[in-house]
């Protein structure tokens, strides 16, 4: 059986779905693997780190490879490639791109997508989400620590005393809960807000304080797999008069709000930016979903009256030597999975509930029931 890592073709990429930590797992369960020039370079892993693992370095690795593992969805000209019936592993944002699907499936290949994994316990260590967000929280904070231009902690000097910084996140899942922890850490007074009840446990206990509308519809805001419910508009009316009256005391807010396969819900409107200080920094984490900070941009810095939005798009890829090691082994867990060690060849159980979530398309067809071409 062979594996091949993909090198990005997005020049924008910097992560690769392999280190040769993980190549040496893989070749110990027998699995020869294959890697495409210089795949691994942006995340500082060089051609000859992966020989030595046991990779063979070739232009041609993906040709005959049973599994191709790339970090971002293969484009078409790329899947051409693909034997068929390999099993493509991506991080595919399948939401809203029907084309994108529908030639993944007309190559013939088995896509599987990361991001859909279950959030159940045996899924944890391949819920790439979560090791991707976790380092985009941390990513945030440096940005806006680099965009603003004064200090976090509170300094008392002989020349007079340096504020903390008041830092403002919203939406408390990994991204954000790291993002908390992350201020804290460089001294900040933070205060965080989520429509999850189970969240303000959390906030607590990195020692932030949590700002909401307290309600019945509050009590209720968690679906079951653990995501945000969308809330009604007078849910959101209550809460957006509450935290404009906050942010206008903010040094820097961080949003994180993503509802899947939505659009990133607005959370602060041009006139809660207006009303900030100069010199604050709005960094938005939602900015690929169309954002939850009016006046952000993909890639960008904004200037807005003084106020700086940050909206990168690949936060976790400016750390790329970390976000690798993590996917890599999100990958190398849920591979396993796939394999029959003993026979040392695929083994795909398309009943598991870790392959229905995930699989995308099969035998030249759609077959994510929630991809499939509507009738």
Do not use: C
Request: hydrophobic share 50%; no cysteine; charged share 25%.
């Amino acid at each position: 059986m062979k594996i091949a890592i993909a090198k990005e073709v997005d020049a924008a990429e910097p992560r690769v779905a392999a280190t040769p930590d993980t190549v040496k797992k893989f070749k110990a369960l027998g699995i020869d693997v294959a890697i495409e020039p210089g795949a691994g370079i942006k995340s500082g892993l060089l051609d000859a780190d992966y020989e030595a693992a046991g990779a063979v370095v070739s232009a041609d690795a993906v040709k005959d490879a049973d599994i191709v593992i790339k970090v971002k969805r293969p484009e078409a000209s790329e899947v051409t490639k693909y034997k068929k019936g390999a099993l493509v592993i991506a991080i595919m944002d399948p939401y809203g791109n029907e084309a994108a699907l529908k030639a993944l499936a007309d190559a013939g290949v088995s896509a599987f997508a990361m991001e859909l994994m279950p959030r159940i316990t045996r899924a944890q260590v391949m819920d790439v989400l979560s090791s991707q967000a976790n380092l985009a929280g941390y990513r945030a904070v440096v940005e806006a620590a680099e965009a603003f231009g004064r200090a976090f902690p509170m300094m008392m000097t002989a020349a007079g005393t340096v504020p903390a910084a008041k830092v403002f996140v919203m939406g408390v899942g990994v991204a954000g809960l790291q993002a908390i922890a992350t201020a804290r850490r460089l001294g900040a007074v933070v205060t965080a807000t989520d429509v999850r009840p189970a969240t303000k446990e959390q906030v607590e206990s990195l020692g932030a304080k949590f700002l909401a509308v307290e309600d019945e519809e509050f009590k209720n805001a968690q679906t079951a797999g653990g995501y945000a419910k969308e809330m009604s508009k007078e849910y959101q009316a209550k809460q957006a008069a509450l935290t404009a009256e906050h942010i206008k005391k903010q040094d820097i807010v961080i949003t994180t709000a993503l509802i899947p396969g939505r659009p990133a819900p607005k959370l602060i409107t041009a006139e809660m930016v207006a009303s900030m200080k100069p010199g604050s920094v709005l960094v938005d984490l939602a900015v690929e979903r169309g954002g939850n900070v009016e006046g952000a941009k993909a890639n960008e810095v904004a200037d807005v009256g003084g106020v700086k939005i940050v909206g990168y798009t690949n936060l976790a890829g400016k750390v790329a030597a970390s976000a690798s090691s993590l996917y890599a082994r999100n990958l190398l867990s849920f591979i396993e999975t796939l394999y029959d060690k003993a026979a040392k060849s695929l083994a795909v159980k398309w009943d598991d509930e870790l392959v229905k979530a995930t699989a995308l398309t099969r035998d030249g067809a759609v077959i994510h029931p929630n991809f499939q071409p509507k009738a």
